[in-house]
């Protein structure tokens, strides 16, 4: 066997050029990564507390990763060139395209969990992304093949995940000049007296448990 590091550096990081990566968290592992790092912001008791660098609180077990913006530029042009970047191809189209297949098949038009992936709908558009957090930090990092765009968003607040949960639609409508719009239903579609009820399937939505039995 072999550390997981050591595999992550010696088969993708370094072929690919991904120098300015974090494995274990910044504090841990390099005082010049550190020093480039951004200060993490939380709302406290009326104020403002800020923490060092890699900061992150119960989240040790996951590993946090941390990486430039500069490397997820290249990890972005590596997912949107389907497995290469520089000349350097570490899978082949097959093996990505695979990566973006459903796990389950029960739910075609929700978002569901893809291989490494979340595969997400959004007025008929489909895109690929993963995030993740520390005690300051939310980060999502999403690839939408159809329109050859890919987008990593890191914000230095811990205190609301609003900006980074709704900038992948906002990107969405302002790429292809559509915007969803509420569902309205017109006076004379719902005329009880008439008895001429509309389906509201539309308007209420699905809702699906994330419990399930596949044979």
């Keep these: 066997g072999e550390r997981f590091d050591d595999f992550l550096w ?3 990081l370094t072929p690919i050029g991904m120098t300015n990566v974090s494995l274990y968290g910044v504090r841990r ?3 010049e990564l ?3 790092s951004a200060l993490g912001y939380n709302l406290h008791s009326g104020g403002v507390m800020f923490y060092e660098p890699g900061h992150n609180g119960p989240f040790w077990s996951v590993g946090a990763m941390g990486v430039s913006h500069q490397d997820m530029t290249i990890w972005s042009r590596f997912h949107l060139n389907e497995g290469e970047v520089d000349g350097v191809r570490l899978m082949s189209k097959q093996t990505h395209c695979l990566m973006r297949q459903r796990i389950f098949d029960d739910r075609p038009n929700t978002a569901d969990l893809a291989h490494g992936f979340m595969e997400v709908v959004y007025n008929d558009h ?3 992304g993963h995030g993740g957090s ?10 939408i093949p159809e329109l050859n765009v890919a987008v990593f968003i890191s914000q230095n ?3 609301t995940y609003h900006l980074v949960h709704s900038l992948m639609p906002l990107l969405i409508d302002r790429l292809t000049g559509v915007t969803s719009k509420p569902y309205v239903v017109k006076h004379e579609e719902h005329n009880i ?3 001429n009820l509309v389906n509201l399937d539309e308007y209420t939505g699905r809702y699906f448990s994330n419990r399930n039995t596949f044979t």
């Design 29 to 31: 592992e390099s005082d």
């Design 34 to 36: 550190a020093e480039q």
């Design 193 to 195: 007296t008439t008895g």
């Design 134 to 143: 520390t005690i300051d930090f939310f980060t999502y990092w999403a690839l």
């Design 10 to 12: 010696r088969e993708i």
């Design 157 to 159: 607040v811990g205190s």
């Design 126 to 128: 489909v895109f690929y």
